[in-house]
């Protein structure tokens, strides 16, 4: 018997091709609840479903097609988590008296820690319970107790307070809210969004995101189309992925705002340290801050990569044309080449120093089995970087071929 080629093939085809990307998971115990709790604070939503996705892991499946426009999601200002939040809680009169006043920051960790010591007990449960266990951005924290006395240590830990931390420097939506005396000096501009933060970054989408005044909800919409049953991205931020990595902990491969940093060491190997000009035009690119945010994209060097390195290239003769460098004038041929040669040198450098640490992360891979998660991250990025300086390696050849 012949397949079906008609529309009901088509449509059992693309089915199939979507549940081999995509496994619906808000028949689990822990959505329902997630779902219903939501619902009793307001929340009503028919077209996300949680999924694990190939690639992202956790994220939001759309049940219809989204258009440029459409509202993602709106979450009502009761199922927000903010330090508003705390200071209601039964933590808050304690919050409210220490001294000196704490973070916001460190206020919604101690609540979190709490909240998820006391399980059964806690109105946040259901949130909590589909909290990631684990993070895996990288976090150095300072070995105390965010609030309590030593009787508590065993609950406000270090683990925990890692826990708390990351949870809420991964997961929270920027909200800005009104200084509290209570509270230190830093930005209160945190709020943890239940569902809603489960949804994944790309850097190919667009989104509008804010705090909507009149429904008193946190709304999103796209900029971009989405198809149905497809994962639903929306952005944080134009990141490269060092910054998501560190931030996030987690690699988004072929990211447009990817680039490779030069650091001024790199930068000065290249040059003569017997150029009687070399602290002067040191001095010149510090004062006008060309010594840092210097990169290879996917486009090629950057210009104030290329801009620091003209700089530097300039002759004796050729000094006092300094502030048309910085302005982006073409000095001499002879400059222009010989920024293009170092720009080259740099870069083949970077990819020999690149391929070196690959093959030590791939011997640290078969020696720490506790690291591997990390550690692929961390290959995950240098690929990445590979690639860009390739790239950038073969732009820098074509431009040196047609100025010869």
């Known amino acids: 018997m012949k397949k079906s080629r008609g529309r009901t093939g088509r449509k059992r085809r693309r089915k199939h091709l979507r549940s081999l990307c995509a496994v619906n ?5 822990e959505y329902i609840k997630l779902k219903k709790w939501l619902k009793d604070r307001g929340f009503e939503d028919s077209n996300l479903r949680p999924a694990e996705f190939l690639g992202t892991g956790r994220g939001l499946m759309t049940t219809k097609a989204l258009q440029a426009g459409d509202l993602i999601i709106s979450l009502p200002e009761k199922c927000l988590l903010t330090t508003g939040t705390v200071l209601s809680s039964c933590l808050g009169e304690y919050i409210m008296k220490w001294k000196p006043p704490v973070s916001p920051l460190i206020a919604l960790c101690t609540f979190l820690i709490a909240e998820k010591h006391i399980g059964e007990k806690s109105p946040w449960k259901p949130y909590i319970d589909v909290l990631p266990k684990t993070y895996t951005c990288p976090v150095c924290l300072e070995h105390d107790a965010p609030l309590f006395a030593e009787s508590t240590e065993t609950i ?4 925990a307070l890692e826990w708390a931390w990351c949870t809420i420097n991964t997961r929270t939506i920027y909200m800005k809210h009104s200084q509290r005396e209570c509270f230190s000096l ?7 969004a239940p569902y809603l933060d489960l949804l994944n970054h790309s850097p190919n989408v667009q989104v509008k995101a804010a705090f909507n005044e009149q429904t008193r909800s946190y709304e999103i919409r796209t900029n971009s189309q989405c198809k149905r049953y497809e994962e ?4 944080y931020g134009p990141h490269d992925n060092q910054r998501l990595l560190l931030e996030y902990g987690f690699v988004a491969m072929d990211n447009p705002h990817s680039s490779v940093y030069v650091s001024s060491d790199t930068l000065l190997k290249y040059f003569p340290p017997l150029d009687k000009q070399r602290n002067a035009k040191l001095s010149i690119l510090r004062d006008h801050d060309f010594l840092e945010n210097l990169t290879f994209g996917w486009d090629g060097p950057s210009w104030r990569l290329l801009t620091a390195l003209k700089l530097l290239s300039l002759g004796a003769d050729e000094f006092t044309c300094w502030r048309r ?25 970077l990819i020999e120093e690149t391929h070196h640490v690959l093959l030590q992360i791939s011997q640290l891979k078969r020696s720490k089995e506790n690291l591997k998660t990390h550690l692929a991250l961390v290959e995950a990025l240098r690929w990445e970087n590979l690639k860009i300086l390739q790239r950038s390696a073969e732009i820098l050849c074509n431009l040196s071929m047609a100025t010869t």
């Not at 406000?156 to 683990?159: A, G, L």
Request: proline fraction near 2%; aromatic fraction near 12%; charged fraction near 15%.
């Open 186 to 192: 830093e930005p209160d501009v945190y709020a943890l």
């Open 325 to 349: 460098t910085l302005l982006g004038d073409v000095i001499s041929a002879r400059n222009e080449q010989q920024t293009l040669n170092i720009t080259a040198k740099i870069c083949h450098f």
């Open 156 to 159: 406000f830990n270090y683990s």
């Open 232 to 235: 639903v991205f929306i952005c």
């Open 25 to 29: 998971c808000s028949h689990k115990l």
